[in-house]
């Protein structure tokens, strides 16, 4: 989405840096005044606390706000504008006369980016079986009409009459959205359906699915919720940290627990696969003298995901677009969040997560080398790898592109190029990369 590319985070944020304290045995945990009804009297880990702030029925961030996904009213004709400044001023006025937070490229760059994705899909697709797309969070459905659009034009009349696309959106209000953006073209309507659900329940996939099939996610894994671990100093076991209410019900706070969570201690180990070396003495005394705090974001959130597909959806093919990185982000700790809200057209962040009370965007970095292991390891194959109780091959092909390479490869660049050369999609997204993974032989 534009708002969390390199370009306009200069352009319309408002940064404010913050001094990390280094979090000794004496120093209380983090506290907030803000989100205390997302917590009961009970303690809960971080993933559940984020996923209410998000996800809340009645406070989450995406319940309450139906336009925190932008729709742009037109497409924009790159070809007719100057260069970069012409496209700045451009969205500068978009972003302005819009009430929403963001806009995704998908809807940024229609129907371009859709179309790459619908390419690089027939291109790798068996075109002899009938072709069927899961997305999840489809957000205002442009996706899902630029595939079906594309795909009707482009491949054989077999390929689009047999086609089913289904949506897996939480939002109901987005639900809604995605139909009406599909519907535009008649005859999608046969072939698109929505169902309201999470896509990390399992039981709303029903039985397995035993055909091939393509899963999309565009921009989804970086608001999955993550937990937190932690370590005082370098040597020390990680543990699971907790968000409680303090006795005065008004603010928040962290615990520390040894890891006892199933999805963290699973993410630690996939973590940790080739790192199971002993700490040596020099280390051990190091980290006494220079006691240095450790504070690792896991997505633990995104593993139950693909657990949920692979089991479900074991044939499937996976392409994912998401940030690799993000800029400027003050809250500490590897693959920490921006924490964002939009007041009066004007984007600012939160110091601490702590702070988010359903009107702020959480959004995270996407490691893709660890994204990769866990697809590997929900596939099976990772796991008896490591345990050399099988001499069996991947069970997975994957790769990772920059956006730029990938649309070079599959889409029409000159579509999203300005007069004098300049190409937002190509120059601005360079935090931003693809995931394509694709069943082997080796699956049963």
């Not at 932690?230 to 076991?237: A, D, I, K, R």
Request: with cysteine; proline share 6%; aromatic share 12%.
């Amino acid at each position: 989405m534009f708002s969390r590319s390199l370009l306009s985070r200069n352009l319309n944020f408002l940064f404010h840096r913050r001094r990390v304290i280094a979090y000794e045995s004496t120093t209380p945990p983090f506290q907030a005044l803000y989100s205390t009804y997302f917590v009961d009297d009970k303690p809960i880990l971080v993933r559940d606390f984020i996923h209410s702030a998000l996800y809340h029925p009645k406070h989450g961030y995406f319940s309450q706000r139906s336009k925190s996904v932008g729709v742009l009213e037109k497409s924009i004709k790159f070809n007719q504008l100057e260069g970069r400044k012409a496209y700045m001023n451009h969205l500068d006025k978009v972003y302005k006369q819009s009430d929403t937070s963001w806009f995704t490229p998908v809807e940024l760059f229609k129907p371009w980016y859709a179309h790459g994705i619908a390419e690089a899909i027939l291109r790798t697709a068996n075109l002899s079986v009938p072709l069927k797309i899961y997305e999840i969070g489809g957000g205002s459905g442009t996706c899902a009409k630029g595939i079906m659009d594309y795909i009707m034009l482009n491949a054989p009349a077999r390929v689009y009459n047999s086609l089913t696309y289904t949506s897996v959106e939480i939002s109901p209000s987005l639900a809604e959205i995605q139909k009406e953006t599909v519907g535009e073209v008649r005859s999608h309507l046969s072939k698109f359906k929505v169902e309201c659900r999470d896509a990390a329940d399992r039981s709303g996939w029903g039985d397995m699915e035993q055909q091939p099939c393509w899963v999309i996610m565009l921009e989804v894994l970086d608001n999955l919720a993550h937990d937190l671990i932690y370590s005082e100093n370098q040597v020390l076991p990680w543990k699971e940290v907790w968000v409680e209410k303090q006795p005065d019900r008004k603010t928040l706070s962290e615990l520390y627990k040894p890891l006892q969570d199933p999805l963290i201690k699973c993410c630690v180990e996939i973590m940790e696969l080739d790192s199971n070396q002993p700490v040596s003495k020099a280390r051990s005394i190091w980290s006494k003298v220079f006691p240095k705090p450790r504070r690792c974001w896991l997505p633990t959130s995104c593993l139950k995901l693909l657990q949920v597909l692979h089991e479900a959806l074991p044939k499937m093919s996976l392409i994912a677009s998401d940030f690799s990185y993000l800029p400027d982000v003050s809250i500490p700790g590897e693959r920490a969040p921006l924490v964002s809200t939009k007041k009066d057209g004007h984007s600012s962040d939160y110091k601490s997560y702590l702070e988010a009370k359903g009107d702020a965007d959480i959004f995270f970095p996407t490691d893709f080398w660890l994204l990769e292991r866990m697809d590997h390891y929900c596939s099976g194959w990772l796991k008896m790898h490591q345990d050399k109780s099988s001499k069996q091959g991947k069970k997975r092909r994957t790769l990772v592109l920059d956006t730029s390479s990938f649309m070079e490869e599959f889409g029409l660049p000159s579509k999203t190029r300005t007069k004098d050369g300049y190409n937002p999609l190509l120059d601005d997204f360079k935090n931003t990369k693809f995931y394509l993974s694709v069943p082997t032989h080796n699956i049963k």
